[in-house]
């Protein structure tokens, strides 16, 4: 099966994706892993890449659906893959359409995890992370058991720079503005599935389930 999950940041993609990869056995293929491990590699996309973010660029569409197209040729990926983080606009799906054609391999679904602004503004504003043994709590939904100490290691719980409340805003503007549009798009394609992506975790998990086991 071959798959997008879809939904802002602080949705649960990274969660679900997991959970999915693991119970049928496909890649979970996120793109910022791919650009990590291309460069590391130093292989011809991963210098292209490279050379782009010293320069404080961003990484052109075309080497990122180029390193999309080697990893979803591997192996592991004959039965499936699920695609986190990409696309995240029109172009890109576009993008990703004409590569998948060329490779007679078109998406099968797309799952949006649907939740609600202020919900996903509570999961990320909430998030607080272990200095010594990085364990993340959420202080409105997963506290410690004692305020600012991790469970685990007693250590001192902190809150990202990037997890306060006006850049989570700025964040989540620029999925509305940009990444949204693609709801519409595969809509249009009779792809998309959505799930409401609140309550239960393992309940979200079995309806994801569920979705795949009918593509």
């Known amino acids: 099966m071959r798959t997008v999950l879809l939904g802002a940041p602080g949705s649960g993609k990274g969660t679900q994706g997991a ?35 010293d320069a404080g660029a961003l990484v052109s569409d075309e080497i990122v659906i180029g390193l999309i197209a080697e990893r979803i040729l591997e192996d ?6 699920i695609l986190d983080g990409f696309p ?5 799906a576009e993008a990703l359409d004409t590569m998948l054609s060329k490779l007679g391999q078109p998406l099968q679904g797309v799952v949006l995890l649907d939740v609600p602004f202020e919900e996903l ?6 998030r607080r992370t272990c200095r010594d043994c990085g364990a993340i709590y959420n202080i409105h939904l997963s506290p410690p ?7 685990a290691c ?30 519409a798009f595969y809509q249009q394609q009779s792809k998309l599935h959505t799930l409401i992506g609140t309550g239960d975790v393992s309940a979200i998990s079995n309806a994801a389930t569920d979705v795949f086991n009918s593509l």
Do not use: H, W
Not at 121 to 126: E, I, N, V
Not at 145 to 151: I, P, Q, R, Y
Not at 161 to 176: F, G, H, M
């Open 19 to 53: 959970v999915l990869a693991k119970k049928f056995n496909i890649p979970q293929v996120s793109t910022g892993d791919l650009l990590r491990a291309a460069v590391a590699s130093g292989s011809e996309l991963g210098k292209q890449a490279k050379t782009a973010m």
């Open 121 to 126: 503004l509570q999961r990320l504003t909430g």
């Open 76 to 81: 592991d990926a004959k039965q499936g893959y």
């Open 145 to 151: 058991n004692t305020a600012d100490k991790c469970d």
């Open 88 to 92: 995240r606009n029109i172009a890109q």
């Open 154 to 183: 007693a250590g001192e719980l902190f809150q990202r720079d990037d997890d306060n409340a006006e850049t989570i805003s700025k964040r989540l503007t620029v999925y509305q503005d940009q990444t949204s549009p693609l709801i």
